[in-house]
């Protein structure tokens, strides 16, 4: 799933290339691609894009009086749409600009490979976009944490850091690949409950968190599309068997259902071999 760093990437590649195009008309292209009934999307119709924000994994396609607000879940990408053909591949959603034709990128089609369907558009007032579902519920934006603010959200409930870190409540903007990150960088167990830690340990965290969030945006504002998983850059995520690049140990995995822990024991968990507890498997 896109993070952080990717979706701010592709964000800013949209508002280099699509600021000022005025917004012709709003496709939804499945059932369930458009999750609200009012605003109408029409009200953008006639209206520039102000800009292609961001706010946690959301992409925020700003036009006044209204935004559309996008969640790109597993794989979803806003692409140049050439063709416009009538059922594209996967396409969630289209939006139609003014244009000489559909060669210039006159449209941008959302879409979303696999089977999960999950990716969706909210078309939501401009004017308080950021307090109205489905942004409100989000928790602070991940590379602005400060390390009292952190500590403060680790004490409010206690919970397994590596769960706190993907937790959108908690904080936004990082996924399963980040935390797995971050927790190898502030050399912190996936497993470490947050209640149990300190003032040190926030402060480690928002440093690992700058670091893995600037590593990955400057990988990625070095494409001119966005990465695939395999490509984004680390330490430890999606490498099981391979050699921790800090220590030399192996790094390990623990499998979830939808997601894996990658870690490695001698910088994290003092050589403890954390259980792969797969009666989790079925609580899921
Ligand atoms: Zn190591």
């Not at 990717?6 to 709003?26: C, I, K, P, S, W």
């Not at 800009?51 to 879940?73: D, I, N």
């Not at 000489?100 to 990128?105: R, W």
């Not at 089609?109 to 579902?133: F, N």
Request: with cysteine.
């Amino acid at each position: 799933m896109p993070e952080l760093p990717e979706v701010q990437a592709h964000a800013e590649r949209l508002t280099v290339d699509y600021t000022g195009r005025v917004l012709r008309r709003f496709v939804p292209l499945t059932f369930t691609a458009l999750k609200t009934a009012l605003p109408a999307p029409e009200e953008a119709y006639g209206q520039p894009l102000q800009e292609v924000g961001r706010r946690g994994k959301y992409l925020l396609v700003a036009f006044e009086p209204v935004t559309f607000v996008v969640h790109l879940m597993q794989g979803g990408r806003l692409l140049v749409d050439v063709k416009q053909s009538a059922k594209p591949r996967g396409g969630q959603a289209r939006f139609v600009f003014d244009g000489d034709g559909n060669a210039d990128g006159s449209a941008l089609l959302l879409t979303e490979q696999g089977t999960e369907r999950k990716a969706g558009v909210w078309c939501m007032p401009t004017a308080g976009v950021l307090d109205s579902a489905p942004l409100d519920h989000l928790g602070p934006e991940a590379d602005r944490l400060e390390p009292d603010e952190l500590l403060a959200l680790f004490r409010r409930k206690s919970m397994r850091v590596h769960g706190f870190l993907r937790e959108q409540r908690c904080v936004a903007g990082l996924g399963r690949r980040l935390a797995n990150e971050v927790c190898h960088r502030a050399k912190l167990s996936p497993f470490a409950m947050t209640g149990k830690l300190g003032p040190d340990d926030a402060q480690t965290v928002v440093a690992a968190i700058r670091d893995a969030v600037a590593e990955g945006l400057e990988y990625e504002r070095s494409r001119d599309d966005m990465s695939s998983s395999k490509d984004r850059p680390g330490r430890v995520h999606g490498r099981a068997g391979e050699p921790c690049p800090v220590c030399g140990d192996t790094v390990r995995a623990v499998e979830y259902s939808g997601y894996t822990v990658n870690y490695c024991a001698t910088c994290q968990t003092g050589g403890k071999i954390l259980a792969d507890n797969t009666t989790s498997k079925f609580l899921k």
